[in-house]
């Protein structure tokens, strides 16, 4: 982890050493896998997308022109579960690194996400049922923002002890205090995001 500094995806292919030009990719039942080992546990949280098919188009490092942009669509599925499209365009000309992607998620069990959500935020979802989600959002080198809508119902949530487990002391009461303040269902509103970037990392993280 020595790097201070990593630019965004587009202008990680315009500094490669030897020039590229690529009309397309084409990816087909591809997988990706992503694993961050939490600093303070050193336990590891793991995300992990398969189904990947899409394109990635005009890849390139010269002959750039004024609105030259990397373009990606692509369909995959999270946790090998929902379903996933993704959009992403990022310009190779900006000086602030600017890039758009759009998210769209289908029917997915909440539960799913818990081999990221137990190591990273001793937190485990008991319940839930996510109908849909939407992530539209622009950014830059430094920051991101946009909005999130995501359509569940039923969820339960678990505090976590120390130890990895959720018994501890008062761990009943707590839980369900928790539980009280949690939106079981969501409330039929977008959420706005924004999210400054760590600049050692690449933007998807």
Request: charged share 20%; proline share 2%; net charge positive.
């Given at each position: ?19 590229i ?58 946790y ?7 959009n ?32 990273q ?24 923002y ?8 039923k ?28 939106r ?13 970037r ?8």
């Amino acid at each position: 982890d020595t790097l201070t500094y990593r630019p965004l995806l587009a202008q990680q292919i315009m500094a490669l050493p030897y020039p590229i030009q690529i009309d397309s990719i084409k990816l087909s039942n591809s997988t990706v896998r992503y694993n961050e080992i939490v600093q303070k546990t050193g336990k590891e949280g793991k995300v992990f997308i398969d189904n990947v098919e899409g394109l990635i188009t005009n890849v390139k490092n010269y002959n750039i022109q004024e609105h030259d942009s990397l373009i990606m669509i692509i369909k995959s599925r999270l946790y090998g579960k929902g379903e996933t499209k993704f959009n992403f365009r990022q310009s190779y000309t900006d000086s602030l690194q600017g890039f758009w992607m759009r998210v769209r998620m289908g029917h997915m069990d909440m539960q799913e996400m818990n081999a990221l959500l137990r190591p990273q935020m001793s937190l485990q979802i008991r319940s839930g049922i996510i109908d849909t989600l939407t992530l539209l959002t622009n950014g830059n080198k430094y920051f991101a923002y946009g909005t999130m809508d995501i359509r569940y119902r039923k969820m339960s949530v678990m505090l976590l002890g120390k130890n990895g487990d959720g018994e501890y002391f008062l761990s009943g009461t707590i839980n369900w205090l928790v539980n009280q303040m949690v939106r079981r269902h969501d409330n039929g509103k977008p959420n706005l995001v924004f999210k400054k970037r760590t600049v050692k990392r690449g933007q998807f993280n």
